[in-house]
């Protein structure tokens, strides 16, 4: 049985890229399930989806937790999250970087296959939906799907769902990655530390888990402590602020949703904090001297 | 309170996980910005909820309760009251979404309503449940695709047109109903402020851009409720004490398939489902501004009385 894992974020399209893999499994006369694991999960907020592979007829339901095969659709995860956790020896990482793989750092010595799948996708798909770019890479590193019952599941899927130029498209995108896919060994130098959470026993929680403000080892809890959560590696885009050019009309800090944005009334300044940008571009959109522009995040 | 006038301050903090370019989260920021630190929260079961406090944290700087979705007027009634009998004045206010204002809520709502509790109801409307994954509400627009009103070979989208709350809301001869649409801050600020100040149940209607229920570009949030009120989809008054005012009134409208085209969760509507929302939309616009809006977009249909009593109404239910 061959096993995958998918790292990616809310939108970009984890969730298909397990299912339109399965699909091109099946094409193939495999077996194969695909499945999402399911949180709160929100866009671009961290999400997990799996498929399974075999010949014979697959009866394991569970999560994926030794997997063949680790898919990165966005490499500002690996800041966060520890992607080859239980990774087989032999196994293997396909990314979405623009590095080459003996530069990126797993932690860990391994097989992987780096694609620039966001710039593949931004060109053909006009959206940095990077599932089908990185499907491309898989089908180059893995050897397991051939291209073309990939293309075939890809535009069955996406075709079906979206429409056949989408459907295409799609498939053009998997065959560009799969030819700029390059395969090495990435490095294993870094030590990821697992992000703390606060564990209290059940004694020591709040009646109706009413929640003051406090500080735990894991840092903040209760009223306000979402400031602990950085956003940044949500945004593909982040905005840039031509000081001369802007009016101070304040409409940016107005609008944006996340409090980016931040006002210093006393230096009659704005600040762009991008811990918490998600880059959603509203700013940039409505600014009326459009002194503000996106730029890639991450270059 | 002109712009400049808010404070720095934010009662919202960053790093909430909502979409980027929510349309819920920029309501919220700023209208608890407007409201200050002396306020009490309630959001009952919806996006809000999950991303302003997930265990053991929480966006919110001022005190905030949750528990079910049907309950926000009771919730806020209950709060308020303890609030009182502590001797503490505070600004009690519930951010219900339209599954919970239209459908779940409507009899709780009604009911704080009726009793003319010293509340402020907020309705966050993005048009449909999307913290469940895009299911249809009362307030979804005619034709919109949702994951229940899907879009097949005999019927395209929701076939039933949005819910008319304001009449229900208003109904109860509340002191203050508003709509407020994000893309006029003036308007925005003006009504909060304005809500703050009187006593009695208050309606606030909240226009709110969802990114993946709409299926739009997340930068376009802003663009789209402008578009909503130069097109008539969604209009901008207040009612206060039974007197409606028209807050701003677009100069020439637009032509309601601009608004349509912006957004996925319209895109597969047929020229006829157009024309049928073009003619809701200026009934509506007709209703509202008492005149016809373009006429070479309203020339499709005469607009006619809205919510005449007809002679046939009259016999069913007496005068």
């Known amino acids: 049985m061959f096993e995958v894992r998918f790292h990616g974020r809310g939108g970009q399209g984890a969730v298909m890229a397990a299912q339109t893999l399965a699909e091109a499994a099946v094409i193939e006369g495999n077996y194969a399930v695909a499945f999402p694991f399911f949180g709160a999960e929100r866009r671009g907020a961290p999400v997990l989806a799996f498929t399974r592979i075999d010949a014979k007829k697959i009866y394991s339901k569970t999560q994926v937790y030794a997997p063949d095969c680790v898919v990165v659709l966005d490499d500002s995860l690996l800041d966060t ?66 291209i073309e019952s990939l293309e075939e599941a890809i535009k069955r899927r996406f075709g079906e769902k979206l429409g056949e130029k989408v459907g295409e498209r799609n498939a053009m995108a998997a065959r560009t990655a799969y030819e700029k896919t390059v395969i090495g060994k990435s490095k294993g130098i870094k030590k990821l530390e697992s992000r703390k959470q606060w564990l209290p026993a059940y004694q020591e929680l709040p009646v109706g888990g009413a929640l003051f403000e406090g500080k735990t080892e894991a840092g903040l809890i209760g009223p306000g402590s979402f400031i602990e959560n950085k956003v940044s590696g949500w945004a593909t885009f982040r905005p840039l602020r031509d000081k001369e050019k802007c009016t101070m009309c304040l409409l940016c800090w107005f609008y944006c949703p996340e409090g980016t944005i931040v006002r210093i009334s006393d230096r009659g300044d704005l600040m762009t904090n991008y811990d918490y940008c998600k880059g959603c571009g509203i700013c940039a959109n409505e600014c009326p001297v459009d002194a503000i522009k996106m730029v890639r995040a991450r270059v | 309170m002109k712009l400049k006038d808010l404070p720095d301050d934010n009662l919202f903090t960053a790093g909430h996980t909502a979409c980027p370019g929510c349309g819920a989260a920029m309501s919220i920021r700023n209208a608890i910005r407007i409201l200050g630190k002396d306020t009490v929260v309630y959001v009952p079961a919806s996006c809000a909820v999950v991303f302003g406090t997930t265990f053991p944290y929480g966006a919110w700087k001022v005190p905030f309760f949750h528990t079910a979705f049907e309950n926000t007027g009771a919730c806020l009634t209950g709060m308020k009251a303890a609030f009182e009998k502590k001797g503490k004045n505070v600004t009690a206010v519930g951010f219900a979404g339209d599954g919970g204002t239209y459908d779940i809520g409507l009899q709780s709502m009604s009911g704080a309503a009726e009793r003319n509790d010293d509340i402020l109801y907020i309705c966050l409307d993005n048009e449909a449940y999307m913290n469940t994954g895009i299911q249809r509400s009362g307030g979804t627009p005619f034709g919109a695709w949702t994951t229940t009103t899907p879009v097949g070979k005999e019927v395209q989208g929701n076939r039933r047109f949005k819910k008319n709350l304001a009449d229900i809301v208003i109904a109860h001869e509340i002191p203050y109903y508003a709509t407020l649409s994000i893309g006029h801050p003036m ?133």
């Open chain 1, 81 to 146: 999250i520890d992607v080859v956790a239980g990774l087989k020896p032999d196994g293997m990482v396909v990314i979405n970087s623009k590095e080459k793989p003996q530069d990126i750092d797993l932690g860990k010595e391994i097989k992987t296959a780096a694609v620039d799948a966001t710039s593949v996708a931004l060109e053909i798909l006009k959206a940095p939906i990077t599932n089908t770019a990185i499907l491309g890479a898989f089908a180059k590193a893995a050897g397991l799907i051939r």
């Open chain 2, 187 to 319: 308007d925005f600020i003006r009504k909060v402020e304005k809500a703050m100040t009187i006593k009695g149940f208050r309606f606030l209607h909240m226009f709110t851009p969802c990114i993946p229920g709409w299926k739009m570009d997340p930068a376009k949030t802003v663009e789209v409720t402008k578009l909503a009120v130069e097109s008539g989809m969604w209009t901008l008054y207040e009612v206060e004490n039974g007197e409606k005012k028209i807050t701003y009134k677009p100069g020439k409208m637009r032509r309601v398939r601009d608004y349509l085209m912006m957004q996925g969760r319209f895109r597969h509507m047929s020229e006829e489902d157009i024309k049928k929302l073009q003619m809701w939309v200026c009934r509506k616009w007709n209703l509202h501004y008492g005149e016809k809006g373009a006429p070479e977009v309203c020339e499709i249909a005469p607009p006619e009385e809205h919510h005449a009593v007809t002679e046939e109404h009259r016999e069913m239910h007496g005068p």
